[in-house]
């Protein structure tokens, strides 16, 4: 450590240090009792923008990172919004306790189902008859308007609490008829495979002829009910109506692509039906990992759901995901996509676990897993530039968890910090979910914390002013590093969240080598000012007052 502390002195950094007083713990820490007050700046300014490389950026030219959680209601109306004494209601407790734990974003729930519920039943053959596509005549705009305004309400108010809000088009396993949701029954095409009787666990579903028939169908957009077309209208719908709201991060097209084809007839083939979904045919780039040519179907748009929402809303992020494989290790296929402010928005979850909890069945297998599957994503990174991101998206996890296990959150978190990748922890709450499991939820059913919050709750850098070199958050002791490469021409400061109520009830000490604390020691948000020169800046929080070096 002093050796450190002197080479640092010697490259011209200046220490600074600050100790808070010590705060009260709550009596039971699990419970919720947090008040919905905010006050002061947020700490972050947008718009978040991601011009290529590894991190995102905010107005002052800060790398900023996000962390929060998936907030996803699967059941009619297919949408969370402030509605006092309903399941789907996200109220301002709700939204000041996230603030309170540290998270800046939620990954949204929204559904294709509830934005163009549509008239038609499943495989209405006006719809779903082989053919060259046309207008299904689904649309409804007074519908989808009533819909996005109280969407709206939901970014709005997470907005108070300066919490950015990424909006996922959600799905799992299709629509309600095959024992999942997302897709309106009207988009439901099986070419003649019955439904069967849904499948427990719900995850199996995948695997009936019906299911895979209804992908296929959306993949090759080969209906006359122009599937892919319809599904663009909508995300042009959504882009435009958000455009200019401040409190939106982005948008998530797609999550967790499946195609059966994935299993019979390889995952290439697959990645480049996703690649001409997202791109359509007239953007459509070069794959990844080696993979053939891309060759499109024939009746996919010629502009896909990515420029469709760019054209509509070029203020914001796109976290598209490439196929549900991915998440426990499978290779990328996908290749570059000439459009700026992409982000490669990937899942990461363990294939040794438990199909009901979610719980690893072998914890060692399961975090070693893990932390192959990220290290394989970052490396996709480089594959994935383009003109528009000449060194590839910047990456985050927008799902991983699932679990109350916190041995392996623990390890992942970590393995996530040691990249500086942000994230979002499936999930905040359980909402009744069909095809999830109670184990998943931070809060739990009687409003009670998981004892997962110690892990999810870290004191981390949400805006750092110059290039991170590292940073790491201990939840056992509560000791946080952070170092960094300051850019001495950003004049806001370095913010680091610390969450004072979870880690720190005696106060914490915050030491600063290369600049300044300029925060209250009282505050939660850490802030710190650069000095005027020298090459590099430590940050270090532990739990207490500080005590003499």
Not at 137 to 148: A, I, N, P, R, V
Not at 378 to 403: H, N, Y
Not at 468 to 489: A, M, R, V
Request: with cysteine; aromatic share 10%.
């Amino acid at each position: 450590m002093l050796a450190l502390l002197m080479a640092l002195i010697a490259l011209g950094a200046l220490p600074g240090c600050a100790s808070a007083p010590t705060a009260s713990l709550p009596a039971q820490r699990s419970a919720v009792s947090y008040p919905p007050t905010v006050s002061g700046s947020p700490p972050v300014g947008g718009p978040i923008i991601s011009p290529g490389g590894p991190y995102l950026y905010d107005k002052e030219g800060r790398v900023v990172i996000f962390h929060g959680v998936n907030a996803v209601y699967k059941l009619p109306p297919y949408e969370l919004y402030p509605d006092p004494g309903k399941p789907w209601d996200l109220s301002a407790s709700d939204a000041s306790l996230m603030g309170r734990l540290g998270f800046n974003v939620v990954r949204l729930g929204m559904t294709w189902k509830g934005l163009e519920p549509g008239t038609a039943p499943a495989n209405d053959p006006s719809i779903c008859t082989p053919g060259s596509p046309h207008d299904p005549g689904q649309f409804d705009e007074s519908m989808l308007e009533d819909y996005l305004a109280k969407l709206t309400k939901t970014v709005d108010l997470l907005g108070r609490f300066h919490i950015y809000t990424i909006l996922d088009m959600h799905q799992d396993v299709y629509n309600e008829l095959l024992d999942g949701e997302g897709f309106p029954d009207w988009a439901v095409c099986t070419s003649g495979e019955a439904i069967s009787h849904p499948l427990k666990p719900w995850s199996l579903n995948y695997r009936t002829a019906a299911a895979a028939a209804a992908y296929q169908n959306f993949w090759a957009n080969d209906v006359v009910g122009d599937l892919q077309g319809e599904y663009d209208r909508v995300w042009a719908a959504v882009a435009s109506h958000f455009r200019n709201n401040p409190w939106v991060l982005g948008y998530d097209p797609f999550n967790e692509p499946f195609s059966q084809s994935l299993m019979t007839v390889g995952r290439q083939q697959f990645d480049a039906e996703l690649e001409c979904f997202y791109t359509g045919t007239k953007y459509v780039g070069a794959p990844s990992s080696g993979a053939p040519a891309f060759t499109c179907p024939i009746q996919d748009p010629s502009v896909g759901v990515i420029p469709t929402i760019l054209q509509s809303d070029p203020n914001h992020l796109i976290f598209y995901e490439p196929d549900i494989f991915t998440a426990g290790g499978a290779p990328n296929y996908l290749g570059a996509m000439d459009f700026g402010n992409l982000v490669f928005n990937v899942h990461v979850y363990c294939r040794y676990r438990n199909k009901k909890t979610g719980n690893p069945t072998n914890l060692t297998a399961c975090a070693a897993q893990q932390a192959i599957s990220l290290g394989e994503r970052l490396e996709d990174r480089s594959g994935l530039a383009s003109p528009a991101q000449p060194a590839g998206p910047a990456l985050f996890v927008s799902e991983f968890g699932a679990t109350s296990n916190t041995d392996l959150l623990s390890q992942f978190t970590a393995a996530m910090n040691e990249s500086s990748v942000g994230w979002t922890y499936w999930s905040w709450k359980y909402y009744d979910d069909p095809t999830g499991s109670t184990d998943e939820a931070l809060v739990l059913s009687n409003g009670h914390l998981r004892s997962t919050v110690e892990e999810l709750s870290q004191t981390y850098p949400e805006a750092i002013a110059g290039v991170p070199i590292s940073f790491s958050f201990d939840p056992i002791t509560g000791s946080f590093h952070l170092l960094y490469k300051p850019e001495h021409s950003i004049r806001a400061p370095t913010v680091i969240f610390v969450p004072s109520q979870i880690h720190y009830p005696h106060g914490y000490c915050a030491r600063v080598i290369g600049g300044k604390v300029i925060s209250n020691p009282t505050s939660e948000l850490l802030e710190v000012r650069n000095a005027s020169v020298g090459n590099s800046v430590r940050i270090d929080v532990s739990s207490g007052a500080c005590r003499p070096m």
